[in-house]
């Protein structure tokens, strides 16, 4: 039978209420791309796993098709969330599919336009908040609290459940689990719900290399950041609320938890486009990290099977692009101009 999405591939592994009732936009079954140029000069068997090919450009379509599923049977009649944009997006699709009304709260202008533009196509209500998105999250859970509203942030467990599906795809293509696992790290649901996965899944354990950008870095620091900044919004997060499974994630694996600069984070976006991904700033973390542990010699590379998360297209964000390169040039409709041109 066809795919039918994470909930029917994988539904018996995963720890849901009986009263779920399934909502799918055939979310997961991403493919795992090699990158054998980069994978070639590293001298290692590397992978992207490309979260960006879900239904709405974004990992977290694995974990909504659950937090939603969970909330429609449970009765639930509008769900929120504070996002830095994908969540949004994603929460306002599986809801529209759902019948169910969503709220979004999004740091004021700090959103990547695909995402906003996203949220508002499947109609939700979105509210911006003047402030961070830690503030907006905040709130979602203040007014979670004291009204019915269901919160579909990844401080739900069932978006964690949902997002373990990765980790089983990963080892369903590969056979075994990678030796390691590198993605960025915002909120920390996502490394938390990879290595929950990949205990859960008994095909061996990868190291993991989580991946935080320079200015928005708590969990290297060690301490929340008020300001946090970076050009990696979806990972623009100073409080992160799964910090501490995150870092027991990076401690049980034998991994690390790194910070990497905005530089070195659009270097690794064009390195990924010259293989012919387009991944979103904040999808490109994992590459940066990898490439700054291999140049400090902080990891050995050598002989391993790597998988990197890639978990957001680059489509939603194209500001980051058009905005360092000149436009295109003009010319007029005839031969010789193109020729001129092109030879
Ligand atoms: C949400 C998101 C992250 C961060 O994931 P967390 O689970 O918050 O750590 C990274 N990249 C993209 C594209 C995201 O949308």
């Known amino acids: 039978m066809s795919y039918q999405g994470i909930l029917h591939r994988y539904g018996h592994l995963l720890d849901l209420p009986a009263h779920t009732r399934a909502i799918s936009l055939l979310e997961g079954n991403t ?7 980069l994978g070639h000069e590293l001298g290692c068997e590397l992978f992207v796993k490309y979260e960006g090919l879900n239904p709405t450009g974004s990992f977290k379509d ?15 009649q509008t ?11 994603s929460a306002a699709a599986y809801a529209a599919r759902a019948g169910l009304r969503a709220i979004v709260l999004i740091p004021q202008g700090k959103v990547a336009a695909g ?16 402030g961070s998105f830690d503030d907006a999250l905040a709130l979602v859970v203040e007014i979670t609290q004291k009204t019915p509203l269901a919160l579909v942030n990844s401080i739900n467990p069932y978006r964690i459940e949902g997002q373990k599906s990765s980790a089983f795809e990963i080892c369903d293509d590969l056979g075994a689990a990678p030796d390691w696992l590198c993605l960025p790290v915002g909120n920390a649901g996502n490394i938390t719900a990879y ?7 008994q095909k061996g354990l990868p190291q993991i290399l989580g991946v935080q950008a320079a200015g928005a870095a708590p969990l290297v620091l060690g301490h929340p950041v008020e300001k946090p900044e970076t050009v990696a919004t979806a990972i623009r997060i100073g409080r992160p609320a799964r910090g501490e499974q995150a870092l027991q994630a990076a401690q049980e694996s034998r991994g690390q938890i790194i910070a990497v600069s905005d530089a070195e984070i659009l270097q690794a976006q064009k390195i990924l486009a010259s293989e012919g991904l387009w991944v979103e700033p904040a999808s490109a973390a994992g590459i940066a990290g990898l490439l700054a542990q291999t140049q400090s010699a902080g990891m050995e590379v050598r002989g391993k099977k790597i998988v990197v998360v890639c978990t957001g297209h680059g489509m939603k964000d ?16 005839d031969y010789d101009s193109l020729f001129a041109l092109v030879e």
């Open 115 to 130: 995402k906003l533009a996203g949220a508002i196509a499947y109609g939700a209500e979105v509210i911006q908040v003047d």
């Open 31 to 37: 493919p795992l791309v090699p990158l054998p140029r």
């Open 62 to 76: 694995r974990g909504m098709t659950a937090a939603i599923s969970e909330a429609l049977g449970r009765g639930a």
């Open 79 to 89: 769900v929120i969330c504070a996002s830095t944009g994908n969540t949004a997006a």
């Open 195 to 201: 290595w929950a996965g990949f205990k859960q899944y």
């Open 318 to 333: 194209p500001a980051i692009i058009t905005e360092s390169f000149t436009s295109p040039k003009v010319i007029p409709a």
